[in-house]
């Protein structure tokens, strides 16, 4: 027997009519790319958003299920894209511009963008590729300054768009389960797999976020938004700030330390959210150059990478900022656990639990987590066995967009996340180690396959092996280990540099390339990057 409840259904259209009705006053704030500060609000947002979804329709032609990409920084037009494209159903294809040209021209022929919206000063990434993009008909520029001037076919500026489009729309009736984002991800193979969200699961997922668990976030808060909307829908913030009525701060291109104290100052943030390494380098800031008055910032939200034990204490230890660790990938929307104390844990000593903060957390409701062990059993919550952490939930993928995904899934369907893990008695999940092999730095992801294969094909090269190696700043950081085709030979670093940053961007080349005799191998004769990883760590490369 079915519930006699309405049919109501969770879209992103759902979240701007609230945010219109309950919050018309608050504010979205932009540091644009040229400097300038940019304030409006969710009832100016929701007028915006009907202009551009009025002339998505009309002026472009774009109808339901239709891809639209969007290559920009964090600011207002983007988050009214984040609305106006699923609002009315077509898909905003978020695309990462820190990917190599190779990467990024596969993305948009394979997602089959038919427009992208693109902000003028990432215009020169797109015009190297553009006669490659097969199924993009136009490019709407955003935040173009006077005088600009482009080799991209087809452009129409975002203002002259939406300009003379009417303020209201009449928005489609969605079945909340159709598409509505869609992010990339990068695959152990090299090539990237799309991640297509439902109007179901972010809006979900925007709603638990928000919960005290979670971000705790609420109507009171003023959040800077550093995670780019390109990287996975920005965590879900522009759905969540709506919903709970916060202030919403997006920097653009202002992301170097000192432009973010800057705007915490300005704007007298009092949450936040970031990778490890941006926060790290905010620390690092604050410590050389201590702001004259204590920031409004009392809490910053982290994921993507580790957050480490000593990040978390001495920031609070210094200027009394919190951190909050977070775990998620693209194929979980992307959070899906968080470390908050709970009530259990007040009586602990202040080590004891900055050993749990730094732990990646329990699980949201709506996702459920195990560690399955290398015998394919569901290994106990003791803290200490080790497996791979497998995740189900109502905003995790059951399968990338049109990829064989057989293997990221387990016969009862469990999504497998390539993390090693341990979860304790009391629920907490701690990553020791990846399956994946990735390198993870900054936030971004490189492949150390798609490395390897390339310096292999490098004449004077015959293996090539690449491990993370730790680092302060990034996280991780990509090191080559090498064996010369003919030992008598020798090439130098800046050679191996050059030659990867034809298919590299640069954050993804290794600054340090060492020359051994042999790469070790597994008994299958697989590089053991174990055994790799072993010797680093003991000084022997
Ligand atoms: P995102 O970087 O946005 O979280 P990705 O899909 O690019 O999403 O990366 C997901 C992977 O990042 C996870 O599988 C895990 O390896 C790593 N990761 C995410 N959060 C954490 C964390 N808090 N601690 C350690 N590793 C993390």
């Known amino acids: 027997m079915n519930g006699l409840i309405m049919d109501y259904p969770l879209t992103t259209t759902t979240i701007l009519n609230y945010a219109k009705s309950a919050f018309p006053d ?213 759905y969540m700030c709506l919903l709970t009525g916060s202030d919403m701060v997006m920097p653009s291109l202002h992301l170097q330390p000192d432009a973010i104290i800057k705007i915490l100052e300005s704007e007298k943030i009092n949450k936040a959210n970031g990778v490890p390494s941006i926060w790290r380098g905010v620390y690092e800031a604050m410590k050389k150059n201590p702001p004259k008055t204590k920031l409004a910032l009392e809490e910053y939200l982290v994921g993507g990478s580790a957050l480490s034990a000593s990040l978390i204490e001495n920031f609070e230890k210094d200027f009394g900022i919190k951190g909050v660790q977070a775990w998620g990938m693209t194929e979980t929307s992307p959070l899906g656990t968080a470390s908050r104390l709970q009530q259990k844990h007040e009586n602990l000593s202040e080590k004891e639990q900055i050993k749990i903060r730094a732990k990646q957390g329990i699980e949201f409701p709506g996702i459920e987590m195990r560690i399955v062990g290398d015998d394919g059993e569901v290994a106990p919550r003791d803290g200490k066995t080790m497996g791979e952490l497998q995740v189900k939930g109502a905003w995790v993928i059951k399968s990338y967009f049109k990829t064989n995904s057989r293997d990221s899934f387990t016969k009862d369907g469990w999504f497998r996340t390539g993390d090693v893990s341990t979860i304790d008695a009391d629920g907490y999940m701690e990553i020791t180690d990846r399956t994946k092999d990735l390198i993870k730095s900054g936030g971004e992801w490189i492949s150390s396959v798609a490395l390897e294969s390339a310096l292999m094909s490098h004449p004077k090269i015959s293996e090539a092996a690449v491990i993370a190696i730790p680092d302060e700043k990034w996280s991780e950081r990509p090191l080559a280990t090498i064996v010369l085709a003919d030992k008598n030979n020798t090439v130098s670093s800046e050679v191996l540099k050059e030659y990867l940053a034809k298919d590299f961007a640069k954050y993804q080349i290794p600054d340090h390339f060492v020359t051994i005799d042999q790469v070790p191998k597994t008994s299958v004769g697989k590089f053991d990057k174990k055994e790799i990883r072993r010797l680093y760590a003991e000084g022997k490369l």
């Open 26 to 238: 608050k504010k979205l704030i932009s540091y644009l790319p040229d400097g300038t500060r940019h304030e409006y609000t969710y009832g100016q947002l929701y007028k915006r958003c009907c202009q551009l979804a009025n002339a998505l329709k009309n002026k472009l032609g774009i109808t339901k299920g239709d891809m639209v990409g969007t290559f920009a920084w964090n600011h207002y037009q983007h988050v009214e894209l984040y609305y106006g494209i699923p609002g009315i159903g077509a898909v905003c294809h978020t695309i990462n511009i820190r990917l190599s040209s190779q990467q990024t021209e596969f993305i948009i022929n394979h997602s089959e963008d038919k427009v992208i919206f693109v902000d003028a000063t990432l215009v020169p990434l797109l015009e190297k590729i553009a006669p490659l993009l097969e199924t993009v008909e136009k490019y709407i520029i955003i935040n173009a300054a006077s005088g600009f001037t482009t080799s991209l076919p087809n452009i129409m500026h975002y203002e002259d768009l939406i300009g003379e489009q009417i303020e209201t729309i009449d928005w489609p009736s969605l079945n909340e389960n159709d598409a509505s984002g869609m992010c990339y991800t990068s695959g152990t193979t090299g090539m990237p797999k799309g991640v297509l969200y439902s109007h179901r699961s972010t809006y979900l997922h925007a709603m638990t976020i928000l919960t005290p668990n979670a971000g705790n976030y609420s109507n009171k808060d003023t959040i800077l938004l550093i995670v780019p909307q390109f990287h996975v829908m920005a965590w879900g913030f522009p």
